[in-house]
C-alpha cells in the first residue's frame, strides 16, 4: 500500500462526542447501533439508550492501551523462547467540560439525586458496587468517521477537580473498557472495544 496523505486523520469534527448509557441497564443491541450519518449526511445518535456526556476539552479524548508483556527465556543463551501477554487493558481518557447529569452520574455514582421546584440535590455517598454502562465514541474527521462501541464501561480513576479563578472547570476521568464475552464469527470471545468505520483506507485487499 503506497504512502497517501489522505490517510492521516485529524479526528475532531463537530459531531465527535462520547454517549453512555444509564447504570445497570441492560446492554444494548450493538448491531442495531445505526452508522453516523444516514444517506443524507444527517447525523444518527446512537440510539435512545446513550445519553451525550456532551463538549469535551479541546485535547479531546485519550485512548490508551496499557498492555503487560510476560518473557519466558531458555537456558540456552538465555534466549526467549516465548511470550504471554498477562495484561491488555484498553482506556479513554476524557475532560468533560459539561456540569451536567451525565458527567455528575460518572464522577458520583451510587449517589440519591432529587429535583425539586428546579432545584437539585445530590447526595453523595461511598460506592458499594461497579458502575457498569454500555459507551459509544464518535470521531468525525470531514466525511470519514468511526464509532467505537465499548460494551462494558466502568470509571477507572478520577482526576481532582480545580475550581480556580479565570479558568475554566473541567471534570477528568479514564474510563475502563471491561472484557465482555460475544459471539464472534460463530466463536465466544472477549471483546473490549468494536470499531466500526467508513474509512475506505481500512479495506483489506480481497474483502
Known amino acids: 500500500m503506497a504512502k497517501d496523505t489522505a490517510n492521516a486523520r485529524a479526528w475532531y ?3 465527535s462526542g462520547l ?3 444509564l447504570p445497570g441497564e441492560p446492554m444494548p443491541d450493538l448491531d442495531a447501533i445505526p452508522e453516523v ?3 443524507n449526511g444527517v447525523f444518527q445518535p446512537p440510539g435512545d439508550e446513550f445519553y451525550e456526556v456532551g463538549w469535551l476539552s479541546e485535547d479531546g479524548p485519550t485512548q490508551g492501551r496499557n498492555r503487560t508483556v510476560e518473557r519466558f527465556r531458555g537456558w540456552q543463551g538465555n534466549s526467549i523462547v516465548r511470550t504471554a501477554v498477562t495484561e491488555d487493558d484498553h482506556t479513554f481518557q476524557i475532560q468533560a ?3 451536567n447529569w451525565v458527567v455528575a452520574g ?3 455514582p451510587d449517589s ?3 429535583t425539586t421546584a428546579g432545584i437539585t440535590k445530590t447526595v453523595v455517598q461511598q460506592q458499594s458496587g461497579e458502575d457498569v454502562r454500555t459507551g459509544i465514541l464518535d470521531l468525525v474527521d470531514g466525511g470519514i468517521w468511526k464509532r467505537i462501541a465499548i460494551p462494558n464501561l466502568v470509571v477507572d480513576e478520577m482526576g ?3 475550581h480556580t479563578a479565570g479558568e475554566l472547570t473541567f471534570y477528568e476521568m479514564t474510563l475502563l473498557a471491561k472484557v465482555t464475552s460475544m459471539e464472534v464469527d460463530g466463536v465466544t470471545r472477549g471483546v473490549s472495544l468494536i470499531e466500526v468505520t ?3 483506507a481500512m479495506i483489506q485487499p480481497g474483502s
Open 13 to 15: 469534527g463537530f459531531d
Open 19 to 21: 454517549w453512555v448509557t
Open 37 to 39: 450519518y444516514d444517506e
Open 97 to 99: 467540560l459539561e456540569d
Open 106 to 108: 460518572l464522577r458520583y
Open 112 to 114: 440519591v439525586v432529587t
Open 160 to 162: 481532582d477537580t480545580s
Open 198 to 200: 467508513n474509512n475506505p
